[in-house]
């Protein structure tokens, strides 16, 4: 069993930076992949970032250029820096710790509380 904990949200104004923090405890050793979602107001969660085993990340194209995924294995912890905030980009933010299936992220951890992140214009 796993527990996840997302912190570092926010109210913040548009053009403003935000960093979010996720620490998994428990049994960890079966996931060597982490990822970060969000779900916007009234929409479907999506997926915002991804990072592997080896440290490959990619992003979604709404946030490169802006995010940046990192991660601390001996906090197992992953981060996403988030600059140049716009309005689109409230949502609630989870992360989730898996691995990778070919190309493709699969999470398997679960999900955690989240954390709002709100963007004024």
């Known amino acids: 069993q796993v527990q996840l904990v997302e912190s570092g949200g926010g109210l913040v104004q548009a053009g403003e930076s935000l960093t979010l923090s996720c620490t998994i405890s428990?049994?960890?050793?079966?996931?060597?992949?982490a990822g970060w979602y969000r779900q916007p107001p009234g929409n479907q969660r999506e997926l915002v970032a991804t990072?592997?085993?080896?440290?490959?990340?990619n992003y979604a194209d709404s946030v490169k250029g802006r995010f940046t995924m990192s991660r601390d294995n001996t906090k197992n912890t992953v981060y996403l820096q988030m600059n140049s905030l716009k309005p689109d980009d409230t949502a609630v933010y989870y992360c989730?710790?898996?691995?990778?299936?070919?190309?493709?992220?699969?999470?398997?951890?679960?999900w955690g509380q989240g954390t709002q992140v709100t963007v004024s214009s």
């Open positions: 989730t710790f898996g691995t990778f299936l070919g190309s493709k992220y699969a999470p398997s951890s679960g």
């Open positions: 428990g049994t960890t050793s079966v996931f060597n992949a």
């Open positions: 990072i592997s085993a080896v440290g490959r990340i």
